[in-house]
């Protein structure tokens, strides 16, 4: 089965540069979710999207950005990014209506230097 | 108080055996459990959703909700070293799109 896909898998940026995260959830999934986890840590809810609008907002800093596409594809968009950035970023997709079990996609790593 | 609380472990058992593993919340509202399995530096995967109170089984995985002692546990029976991992607990308010909040997890390790 099809499941979520997360590109770039790692990614290595300098302090105050700018990523693009991006998600392809699993299809006909209409809801997605992005989660950063520091190590040793549980995932932190940043934010997410349903039919491509923003749901819910959790930590997510003012430095990043998120939205839903047509496709339901969702790119997080992180600038000036900081030392403490340095995490795993999951991105998770579920169908509403069919509650709200999430599916995660395998993560992208993210290191700043 | 954090809204998702887990032991963090180690916990350790022997191949073979029951390993148990709790979780309570604290928003009496919580509609939605689930647990996750979590291996070293990959994503969560989705072991056990439970909604209704009492245990829901799948092979080898019980899990046991008592939403009036807002409790959540996990069995796993007959424990394989491939069981060694994270077994995050999370918790959803209510149905539709809300964002699921996790425990810090529980370490779990299955000694041969």
């Known amino acids: 089965a099809a499941g979520v896909i997360q590109s770039p898998r790692h990614l290595i940026k300098e302090k105050r540069e700018t990523a693009t995260l991006k998600c392809y959830p699993i299809?006909?999934?209409?809801?997605v979710y992005w989660y950063q986890q520091g190590p040793g840590q549980d995932p932190q809810f940043l934010i997410s999207f349903y039919e491509k609008m923003q749901s819910d907002k959790g930590s997510i800093p003012d430095r990043f950005s998120a939205q839903q596409f047509s496709d339901y594809h969702s790119e997080l968009n992180m600038s000036s990014l900081e030392l403490g950035d340095s995490a795993l970023y999951f991105c998770a997709s579920s169908l509403a209506g069919r509650g709200e079990t999430q599916y995660f996609g395998p993560g992208t790593r993210l290191l700043v230097l | 108080q954090k809204e998702v609380e887990q032991n963090s472990g180690p916990l350790s058992v022997p191949e073979g055996a029951i390993a148990s593993l709790n979780c309570t919340y604290s928003d009496r509202g919580s509609q939605s459990f689930f647990w996750y399995r979590q291996y070293s530096g990959k994503s969560p995967e989705l072991i056990m959703f439970i909604y209704s109170n009492g245990d829901k089984e799948d092979g080898r995985f019980t899990a046991q909700l008592n939403k009036a002692s807002q409790y959540v546990s996990l069995l796993i029976r007959d424990s394989q070293p491939s069981d060694s991992a994270t077994y995050l607990c999370?918790?959803?308010?209510?149905?539709?799109?809300?964002?699921?909040?996790f425990g810090t997890g529980t370490k779990l390790q299955v000694i041969p």
């Open positions: 299809p006909r999934h209409d809801t």
């Open positions: 999370a918790v959803t308010p209510s149905g539709g799109y809300q964002k699921v909040t």
